[in-house]
Nanobody, 122 residues
Framework: QVQLVESGGGLVQPGGSLRLSCVASGRTFTSYAMGWFRQAPGKEREFVASVSRPGGPTAYLNSVKGRFIISRDNAKNSVYLQMNSLKPEDTAIYYC???????????????WGKGTQVTVSS
């Protein structure tokens, strides 16, 4: 069993930055690919970014490439999403997720966090 807890969401102006964090419980963090997903009001949950097991590849939603960076710190059982040049359309609840296989670009995760709200508005 893996529990995921997100933090770092909030209100930011367009063009600003936020860094989301996700801490995972358990001793098998390095066995999982980790991902970030988001869900805006009235829309389906969508993939944002993922990182495979340590030393492996990453994947990004096209609309966030060059603006968002996903990273993981295995010593801290944590995964991060650095979000730069934020736009109003990035407003959503952001969810951390874990999956035991790669690639990880769909919502077929093994574990989910409860989410953190990101609002981009002036």
């Amino acid at each position: 069993q893996v529990q995921l807890v997100e933090s770092g969401g909030g209100l930011v102006q367009p063009g600003g930055s936020l860094r989301l964090s996700c801490v995972a419980s358990g001793r098998t963090f390095t066995s999982y690919a980790m991902g970030w997903f988001r869900q805006a009001p009235g829309k389906e949950r969508e993939f944002v970014a993922s990182v495979s097991r340590p030393g492996g590849p990453t994947a990004y939603l096209n609309s966030v490439k060059g603006r968002f960076i996903i990273s993981r710190d295995n010593a801290k059982n944590s995964v991060y999403l650095q979000m730069n040049s934020l736009k109003p359309e990035d407003t959503a609840i952001y969810y951390c997720a874990a999956k035991s296989t790669w690639p990880f670009i769909t919502s077929s995760a093994d574990y989910w966090g409860k989410g953190t709200q990101v609002t981009v508005s002036s």
